[in-house]
């Protein structure tokens, strides 16, 4: 039986979660489940300003959270959610390459401080400590994910230069 695109991320984040102290279920399960919601394009990119233009960086995601703050508490929750899955998401698959641009903290920030806010939106305390956990470990899960993509995930020699490789060098 061929394993869901959910249980092979479950697996190895498991695994290095696991390898790096932090085997917490709650958290493997929700970095597994935004491995596997992320692995569309089109769920990174879900939010769009008032022109109906995707959202697509971090600065136009803060800029539609603030205008989201003077107009619906639930949409600027939506944003903020997003926002520390986006950042999560890039500072541990995309490492590299936020790193050799100057903005692997930026990203680290901005994530551990949309995780914090995220807490504090969450009604259900289960899911808020699970916030509360990324937002307190961002730095280490981020680094754990970079990891889990060199160690467990690597691309074979010569992937780069394949079109569809181009997401990994982003």
Do not use: C
Request: hydrophobic residues 40%; without cysteine.
């Amino acid at each position: 039986m061929t394993p869901t695109l959910y249980q092979f991320f479950h697996r190895h984040i498991q695994h290095g979660f696991k390898r790096a102290g932090m085997a917490e279920p709650a958290t493997v399960a929700y970095v597994s489940d935004l491995l596997t919601r992320f692995a569309r394009t089109d769920a990174l990119y879900p939010l769009n300003d008032s022109e109906q233009r995707p959202l697509t960086t971090l600065v136009q995601f803060l800029t539609e959270q603030r205008a989201a703050q003077e107009d619906s508490r639930g949409y600027e929750m939506i944003i903020v959610r997003h926002l520390a899955e986006y950042t999560l998401f890039m500072s541990g698959f995309f490492r590299d390459r936020l790193k050799a641009r100057g903005q692997l903290s930026y990203y680290a920030d901005h994530g551990r401080t949309a995780f914090g806010q995220t807490a504090d939106f969450e009604k259900n305390s289960g899911q808020a400590r699970v916030y509360w956990r990324l937002q307190h470990d961002f730095a280490r899960i981020a680094e754990t994910l970079d990891d889990i993509r060199h160690r467990q995930l690597p691309l074979p020699p010569g992937a780069l230069d394949q079109p569809l490789a181009a997401l990994w060098r982003m």
